[in-house]
């Protein structure tokens, strides 16, 4: 039986792209060297996927930043702004990537949001009344002409034009169908250079077609791909969609023809039952997903042979592959020498999962799989389960009462008691968290693990960029302070290496977006917090003034979420845990004097599921109950706060509210402070701080421009629930560019303040 991947991981088995592009981006290096390490990186990997035998080898998933932004490029979709600056299409390229800021003008990057489910972010597509789509160049096809040239056939990959066109920013008062004409043309001339270039099959990603949908939204499908599939062509078309069933468009999607159709059979609940029932195009080829994509354990394949061999289709037409791109894992378990043989035995990532495509293959090939050895070590491994709830921590949880999860005062009481205690002035200035990650506080890091310096000696230096961090922030005026995270590698791995249930690796890196990456832990049993985990540094930043300075903690849902959760146990049981730990964290703090405890919960949306019908009762219930687990149990005068960034939180902005935290900051300045209308119309309760400036940028904002925001925001919140602070943690930018940034944001607030007269 045939295999196929849906795409593969970008960053290279020592992320030499991530290293390269910022080699690129501080000048080190020029970009035919940046061209280079590229081009290097794809060829190993073709040759990896040949190697393990993969029969629908992926070209043109690979991108320098992002496969949309790549997509906005092939497309035109070019906002003027970006054209205007003269710049060559490199350094457009990278301005629409990152902003831009220098002689030849100042504008910032594209807005940044989740893709569907997962923690990858992908840069929003703007379109206009001044955009024309059309095919800009053939560049799609330079990779699969560079793996031709290695005797390697590729499918080269596109995000589809339907896809496109719902996850676009539209305005000028347009929606999708006044481009409809436009993308038509557009992929019919991707399909005609795939002809010219003698392209055997093409893969077009539709992920939106497992998303509610309209009856207009499926006509819209239907109109695209009925015009662009009615001509002539050589090369055939496959259909990729991932992240669940298209249960609302299976019979349009049969209705078209498509060469082949990729399905999701791990994510997709009804898709075996779509197929059973309404039957599979009889010219097609069925591309199977069965091999989960999106996690790191080791695929059941009795499971999935089960699956597969209850298909109603002949065997020779059925292609077996990843449930979505490989991008969404690390690279290999090889490396992961610290973990235990058993955990490693359980645990499957990009290659290794090449490596079960390929015993899926071989085993449906054979009448008696079973008593093969590659099966038979599988069914061990599911036969002897990891370990499950113990007898006391399942007793917490069932013990939990409805009281449990609110606080005893009303939102109103609390705010005066926070007011009188806090005494802070209107629009109050703080940062989310984290100040820059510079080469010192790495080598830091770097130099404990390696045994090169004592704990002591580590906590000694970790507490001189603490007092440095402080002074820092009283030189700039800042209202509420922060320690800094110097102590933190990533807001959820330092959780998940101070709390028992979790391990973490040394190689599992997953990118984020563009240069970013992360190392998500893996929850292989219990959780429990052993240990106080950020009370010693929060007490110490405290100790060194006399402004208040925010506990910083990860929330629940975030914690798991930016983790590999079990398959075995429901999401619910996981998280509950984990907030009874981040509860007794929050209660310490407390204990210590914090007067401002800051739960982080970046990713509450990560985990909803993308059909509406199923958010309440299958994710939101349990996540909004255990973000209000955490902080239940606190005093009135502790002010809570939590911070949510780059997804779409408009349609769950009661459930958000509902969280009960004192104060929210969001996430705006990317999105144009779209969220704000939303809070209003809610009569959103809890105090609110929308960021006013992007910090995933290294342009610097002035001060004319925070106030701008600010003004803007003043017109909608009211002054005394409106906190000033920027979008996102400065981990990711140097002091160079955080400095200058916040001095400018504390200086409009000043200015503002006069106008806003005796107003605490």
């Given at each position: 039986m045939a295999s196929s991947v849906i795409g593969f991981p970008r960053f290279g088995m020592d992320r030499q792209l991530k290293k390269a592009t910022e080699q690129y981006f501080s000048g080190k290096i020029g970009r035919e060297a940046l061209r280079l390490v590229a081009d290097d990186l794809k060829r190993s990997q073709w040759t990896m996927l040949q190697n393990a035998g993969v029969s629908f080898i992926p070209s043109n998933d690979f991108s320098l930043y992002d496969g949309m932004l790549d997509t906005m490029w092939m497309l035109n979709a070019i906002p003027?702004?970006?054209?205007?600056?003269?710049?060559?299409?490199?350094?457009?390229?990278?301005?629409?990537?990152?902003?831009?800021?220098?002689?030849?003008?100042?504008?910032?990057?594209?807005?940044?949001?989740?893709?569907?489910?997962?923690?990858?972010?992908?840069?929003?597509?703007?379109?206009?009344?001044?955009?024309?789509?059309?095919?800009?160049?053939?560049?799609?096809?330079?990779?699969?002409?560079?793996?031709?040239?290695?005797?390697?056939?590729?499918?080269?990959?596109?995000?589809g034009p339907f896809t496109f066109l719902k996850l676009a920013r539209h305005a000028d008062g347009l929606d999708s169908s006044h481009f409809v004409e436009q993308m038509i043309d557009a992929y019919r001339a991707v399909i005609a250079a795939c002809d010219e270039d003698h392209v055997r099959w093409l893969q077009i990603d539709e992920p939106y077609l497992v998303m509610d949908l309209s009856d207009d939204d499926i006509a819209l499908f239907f109109a695209i791909y009925g015009a662009i599939l009615e001509l002539p062509r050589t090369?055939?078309?496959?259909?990729?969609?991932?992240?669940?069933?298209?249960?609302?468009?299976?019979?349009a999607v049969c209705d078209l023809p498509f060469d082949g159709i990729g399905l999701d059979f791990v994510e997709g609940r009804e898709t075996a039952a779509l197929i059973e029932r309404e039957g599979f195009p009889g010219g097609a080829l069925l591309f199977t997903a069965v091999v989960n994509g999106k996690n790191v354990w080791r695929c059941n394949y009795d499971e999935a042979l089960r699956t597969l061999a209850s298909l109603p289709i002949p065997s020779e037409r059925i292609v077996v592959g990843t449930s979505c791109s490989l991008l969404h894992v690390p690279y290999t378990v090889a490396r992961e020498t610290r973990l235990s043989v058993e955990i490693r035995s359980r645990l499957a990532f990009a290659l290794e999962k090449l490596e079960e495509?390929?015993?899926?293959?071989?085993?449906?090939?054979?009448?008696?799989?079973?008593?093969?050895?590659?099966?038979?070590?599988?069914?061990?491994?599911?036969?002897?389960?990891?370990?499950?709830?113990?007898?006391?921590?399942?007793?917490?949880?069932?013990?939990?009462?409805?009281?449990?999860?609110?606080?005893?005062?009303?939102?109103?009481?609390?705010?005066?008691?926070?007011?009188?205690?806090?005494?802070?002035?209107?629009?109050?200035?703080?940062?989310?968290?984290?100040?820059?990650?510079?080469?010192?506080?790495?080598?830091?890091?770097?130099?404990?693990?390696?045994?090169?310096?004592?704990?002591?000696?580590?906590?000694?230096?970790?507490?001189?960029?603490?007092?440095?961090?402080?002074?820092?922030?009283?030189?700039?005026?800042?209202?509420?302070?922060?320690?800094?995270?110097?102590?933190?590698?990533?807001?959820?791995?330092?959780?998940?290496?101070?709390?028992?249930?979790?391990v973490t690796t040394d190689d599992g890196w997953v990118q984020s977006y563009g240069t970013r990456g992360v190392k998500p832990a893996i929850i292989v049993s219990d959780v429990r917090r052993p240990r106080p985990m950020t009370v010693p540094y929060i007490s110490y930043a405290q100790s060194l003034t006399d402004r208040p300075v925010k506990g910083m903690l990860t929330g629940p849902a975030t914690i798991l979420n930016w983790s590999f959760p079990r398959e075995d146990i429901p999401l619910k049981e996981s998280m509950f845990q984990i907030a009874l730990a981040i509860q007794d964290e929050v209660l310490d703090l407390e204990r210590a004097g914090i007067g401002i405890?800051?739960?982080?919960?970046?990713?509450?949306?990560?985990?909803?599921?993308?059909?509406?019908?199923?958010?309440?009762?299958?994710?939101?219930?349990?996540?909004?109950?255990?973000?209000?687990?955490?902080?239940?149990?606190?005093?009135?005068?502790?002010?809570?706060?939590?911070?949510?960034?780059?997804?779409?939180?408009?349609?769950?902005?009661?459930?958000?509210?509902?969280?009960?935290?004192?104060?929210?900051?969001?996430?705006?300045?990317?999105?144009?402070?779209?969220?704000?209308?939303?809070?209003?119309?809610?009569?959103?309760?809890?105090?609110?701080?929308?960021?006013?400036?992007?910090?995933?940028?290294?342009?610097?904002?002035?001060?004319?421009?925070?106030?701008?925001?600010?003004?803007?925001?003043?017109?909608?919140?009211?002054?005394?629930?409106?906190?000033?602070?920027?979008?996102?943690?400065?981990?990711?930018?140097?002091?160079?560019?955080?400095?200058?940034?916040l001095e400018h944001m504390v200086s409009a607030v000043k200015n503002i303040r006069k106008t806003l007269g005796g107003l605490r």
């Open positions: 003027k702004r970006y054209l205007e600056l003269g710049l060559d299409d490199f350094d457009t390229y990278f301005a629409m990537a990152r902003g831009y800021q220098s002689k030849a003008g100042d504008v910032g990057s594209l807005g940044m949001r989740k893709w569907f489910n997962t923690n990858y972010h992908y840069r929003v597509p703007e379109l206009d009344a001044e955009t024309t789509l059309s095919l800009r160049s053939t560049d799609f096809l330079s990779d699969y002409r560079l793996a031709k040239d290695m005797g390697v056939e590729t499918k080269p990959v596109v995000i090369v055939d078309v496959l259909l990729q969609t991932y992240f669940g069933d298209i249960c609302d468009c299976y019979r495509l390929a015993e899926l293959s071989s085993l449906l090939g054979k009448p008696s799989f079973r008593d093969d050895v590659a099966f038979i070590h599988n069914r061990e491994l599911f036969q002897h389960p990891l370990s499950g709830c113990d007898g006391a921590l399942r007793h917490r949880i069932e013990a939990l009462r409805p009281e449990d999860f609110s606080r005893k005062d009303r939102r109103a009481v609390r705010r005066e008691s926070q007011k009188q205690r806090l005494g802070l002035p209107v629009l109050p200035t703080t940062t989310i968290g984290s100040f820059a990650q510079t080469a010192e506080v790495r080598q830091n890091r770097a130099r404990l693990k390696r045994g090169m310096i004592s704990s002591q000696q580590y906590e000694k230096i970790v507490r001189m960029f603490i007092k440095d961090c402080v002074r820092q922030q009283e030189r700039l005026d800042l209202d509420v302070l922060v320690h800094g995270e110097y102590e933190r590698n990533d807001m959820v791995e330092y959780f998940a290496q101070q709390l028992d249930g979790f405890i800051q739960i982080d919960e970046a990713a509450l949306r990560e985990k909803l599921p993308l059909r509406k019908a199923d958010w309440k009762p299958q994710y939101l219930d349990f996540a909004i109950d255990a973000f209000r687990l955490c902080h239940a149990k606190v005093k009135a005068e502790t002010q809570i706060h939590t911070h949510m960034c780059y997804s779409e939180f408009e349609d769950i902005i009661e459930e958000i509210d509902a969280m009960d935290a004192d104060v929210i900051t969001f996430e705006a300045s990317k999105s144009r402070f779209s969220i704000v209308d939303v809070l209003r119309s809610h009569q959103f309760q809890t105090e609110v701080g929308p960021g006013v400036y992007d910090i995933h940028s290294p342009r610097i904002p002035s001060v004319e421009e925070i106030e701008r925001h600010i003004q803007r925001l003043l017109e909608k919140i009211p002054a005394d629930r409106l906190w000033i602070n920027p979008d996102c943690g400065l981990k990711t930018r140097n002091p160079q560019e955080a400095i200058p940034s």
